[in-house]
């Protein structure tokens, strides 16, 4: 979780309330098809909502409205639809990559109110879940009856389900069960032209295109999921965790990629830098070591009887390569403690700045090592503090820039560095995104990576579901590309909302 | 087989492919011909074209396999096997394709042990109906980059590009792999009783379980299973599976084995599937009678035929061929 907010220029202030019951049919049909305690256009509302826990500033929230039902969001659809309104949906706006925050005055729609578990279906694996419900409610709903939610990112005291189809999240779990996708079989959508549409299916192999697939992970762009069926995943019957420590993030980095090649596909692997360890320690007292460079958490679960084997060859790999120190948590206590400072890493960087900018690459895991170097290498040029603590064993590099944003010109040395990573990131064969997603944060990296033609058709993906890109436009694809192009021409000016 | 560094540039077999392929006339890619009838055969006067073959790049370590569409799934997953992986891939025989499995889209037997065909494929490089090499996804494991180009590829018959290269996850085989067979046993039962069964079969009489992992994993398992539903024998392998595919909820395998008029008003199938064999805990269910029509809402045909339309304005790829029909299952 974002602690502090950095702020380019002065924040957009939200004016107070204009009048919501005459001249404005917009605000009077929405307040029609909800109730009017649940359709705001007051600063406060606006200004919250106008944001989420990126750095990136937008426009301003148009109306806010917390549907409760689906025909409700079908109603916010056709109206919108009736106005020529663009609707950006949102749950806990815990995206970091400006997924959630709105470009103009669109309708803003928060998901938060439809927060219900609505059925456990055992004999099918699975529940069905509203949009709003937290992810980590959800697990703690799932456990005492033996399943549990696999994915399982930083944010999952708050983030929602939702968001989590919308971002296609990971979390420290994915490298062995898989992200968002691989855990959601249905989605009820509700699509710009008001239609419901039901992706997906609970039955083994669904007919015709996998538009459940091609949804998770689209950030709201082609509509608003309003009933989700994720998997349950079976609680392991047994788990070891390890904590390895090195006096080199490369040896660190180098037993990831070992455990790997060496046959065995750990739950997690989670690897954290000197700085970041002393961080959390400081914050939680997790019993990380202090004198490592490193330090790797690794977990592996299932059956009791065999369990160790994998553990076991996980701390061969890291002697191989050079470990100082491996320590096998010992009871449910430590292993609760060793991943409590892993999960609450952001937030003690608080200790050292006020301020951070979270990356989101991912790298081939042999190229790790030498893109990490790579990463110091960048903030040291740019007079900049950078930790490390990162899914390793996904490739997935979450390099955190830790600054003041008081300090004049600090941005720009932000920017410019996180640049250069994202741009060392793709040079060693890797993506702009492991679980963040791209919203407005790296669009225009998206040229470096893919080619005009790739873009194009990617958006042609987008306008089957939203051919008038009204689902939060502007978002994904850089400039250049159909929607991205029409958010910038329907761009409402300023004074138009209050 | 030597181990390449990967390289992810488009090369000449794929700029072939897609000028064989061109741009005007109507299309279909050819593989193997094992799963031909799915989806139903192209239209008279379609063009056969055959995709690229060979592995690009294989490297164990990273847990990614470079092949172009055309390679034969034998000898893909000889080559992983070689170091000790394999994929999601089904195995339907000598001349299945890579590209042919990923555009019928279906799982294997034991795809609670390989995982699911689709969240294999981590990169896609197809030939647009235009004529382009259109590349989605990305070589790594994990990426939420743009859209996502990959998952719609899989299943869709090749009707909204031609699988030219992909880009497939690996994973490593399990030290031990074991088939039991259980007469009479419960089969829910048996599917409840493990922690990570690869496979429960049933075919109404007799369950067939595969087991994997650590061999002090397997016979543990293999002893609680015994323990809660009953004696099991070693076996070979998987029982013959009747010619038909079907597609159902797990909750709709509880009644197969009773008369359709015995079973519960909310039950499905309500229609005979004949001789089975049900992958339980999946759904999958292959029969001796074909699935009848399954339905699909007007919404959702909506959007299938918008996408068509984006993706291929003149129907020139695999023409006649619906992925939304059970023809050919």
């Known amino acids: 979780m974002v602690l502090n907010r950095v702020v380019e220029g002065a924040k957009r202030l939200v004016s107070p309330d204009r009048p919501t019951t005459s001249g404005d049919p917009l605000l009077d049909q929405l307040r029609g098809a909800l109730t009017a305690d649940r359709v705001h256009l007051d600063g406060v509302q606006r200004s919250l909502l106008s944001h989420d826990a990126s750095v990136f500033e937008g426009g301003v929230a148009g109306p806010v409205c917390y549907p409760t039902s689906v025909d409700e969001v079908v109603a916010i659809m056709k109206i919108a639809d009736e106005h020529g309104r663009a609707v950006v949906p949102r749950g806990a706006g815990t995206g970091l990559a400006g997924g959630a925050i709105p470009l103009g ?49 930083s944010s999952q005291q708050v983030c929602t389900i939702g968001g989590n189809v919308a971002n296609n999240s990971g979390g420290p779990h994915c490298l062995a069960y898989g992200v968002t996708n691989a855990h959601v079989v ?8 008001g239609d419901v549409l039901a992706l997906g299916g609970l039955d083994a192999e669904p007919l015709g295109f996998d538009l459940r697939g091609i949804f998770v992970g689209s950030e709201g762009t082609l ?37 790997i090649a060496a046959g065995v596909v750990p739950a997690a692997m989670e690897v954290m830098d000197a700085k970041i360890t002393a961080a959390v320690e400081h914050y939680v007292g997790a019993g990380y070591p202090l004198d ?4 790797l ?35 449910e206590d430590e292993r609760a403690l060793l991943w409590k400072g ?11 700045a006020p301020d951070y900018y979270l990356h989101d690459t991912v790298v081939p895991r042999s190229k790790l090592a030498d893109v990490l170097e790579e990463v110091y290498a960048i903030a040291e040029r740019h007079d900049l503090l950078v930790m490390n603590v990162f899914h390793a064993g996904d490739g997935n590099l979450h390099p955190l820039l830790i600054f003041d944003g008081r300090e004049p010109g600090v941005l720009a040395r932000v920017h410019a560095a996180g640049d250069e990573i994202i741009s060392a990131s793709l040079a060693a064969g890797g993506v702009l995104s492991g679980e963040h997603g791209i919203g407005v944060e790296k669009q225009k990296f998206m040229d470096d990576m893919f080619s005009h033609a790739d873009l194009d058709h990617q958006n042609r993906l987008r306008r089957a579901f939203d051919p008038t890109c009204r689902a939060n436009p502007g978002k994904v694809l850089p400039m250049g590309h159909s929607c991205a192009d029409i958010q910038a021409l329907r761009r409402v000016p300023s004074g138009v909302w209050g | 087989m030597a181990k390449i560094d990967a390289d992810t540039k488009i090369d000449r077999a794929l700029t072939e492919f897609a000028e064989r392929l061109g741009a005007d006339d109507p299309v279909a890619v050819v593989g193997g011909r094992t799963k031909w009838e799915v989806g139903g055969a192209p239209a008279d006067g379609t063009r056969m074209v055959a995709a690229p073959t060979g592995i690009v790049s294989y490297l164990p370590s990273e847990m990614v396999a470079v092949v172009r569409a055309g390679t034969t799934i034998t000898e893909l997953q000889s080559a992983l096997a070689d170091a000790g992986q394999r994929s999601a891939l089904p195995y339907w025989g000598n001349g299945s394709t890579v590209g042919g499995a990923l555009a019928v889209g279906q ?62 996850r690996t994973n490593p085989i399990p030290d031990t792999m074991r088939w039991l067979r259980g007469q009479g046993i419960d089969p829910f039962a048996a599917f409840d009783a493990l922690f990570r069964p690869s496979a429960v079969l049933w075919d109404g009489k007799t369950t067939w379980i595969k087991i994997e992992g650590h061999r002090v994993d397997v016979d543990a398992e293999q002893a609680a299973l015994v323990r809660r539903v009953g004696p099991v024998e070693e076996v070979d392998g998987p029982p013959e599976l009747p010619a038909h595919r079907w597609s159902l909820a797990p909750r709709e395998l509880r009644h197969l084995d009773q008369p359709i008029t015995d079973r519960p008003k909310t039950s499905n199938p309500t229609y005979p599937v004949g001789r089975y064999v049900a992958s339980i805990g999946v759904g999958t269910v292959w029969a001796s009678e074909p699935q009848p029509a399954r339905s699909v809402s007007d919404a959702i045909r909506t959007v299938a035929a918008r996408m068509k339309a984006e993706f291929d304005p003149t129907g020139r790829l695999n023409p006649g061929r619906d992925p939304y029909t059970t023809a050919g299952m």
């Open chain 2, 107 to 168: 799982n294997s037997l034991d795809v609670l042990g390989r995982g699911r065909l689709r969240a294999s494929l981590l990169q896609v490089r197809y030939v647009s109906a235009d004529g382009h090499i259109i590349t989605g996804g990305g070589p790594t494991v994990k990426n939420v980059t743009g859209f996502d180009l990959p998952r719609l590829m899989v299943g869709s018959l090749g009707t909204l590009g031609s699988l030219a290269e992909v880009i497939l």
């Open chain 1, 186 to 193: 249905a989605i009820e959508a509700v699509v710009p032209s």
């Open chain 1, 297 to 331: 958490l690794a977990e592996v679960d299932g059956s009791e009887a065999g369990i160790d084997i994998d553990a076991d060859r996980i701390a061969d790999v890291g002697r191989e390569h050079n470990a100082t120190e491996v320590r096998f948590a010992k009871s």
């Open chain 1, 105 to 153: 005055a669109p309708i803003v729609v928060a998901m938060t109110k439809m927060n219900r578990i609505l059925d456990l279906d055992i004999d099918n694996r699975i529940v069905w879940v509203q949009p709003g419900v937290i992810n980590l409610d959800l697990t703690r709903y799932l456990r005492p009856l033996g399943y549990h939610f696999a994915p399982d990112p």
């Open chain 1, 342 to 352: 892993r999960k609450t890493a952001f937030g003690a960087i608080a200790q050292i």
């Open chain 1, 292 to 295: 490592a460079e490193a330090v």
């Open chain 1, 223 to 259: 509509g608003i999921a309003t009933k989700v069926a994720v998997t349950i995943t079976k609680n392991p019957p047994s788990v070891r965790t390890l904590l390895l420590s090195f006096d080199s993030v490369r040896d660190a980095a180098n037993t990831v990629s070992g455990v």
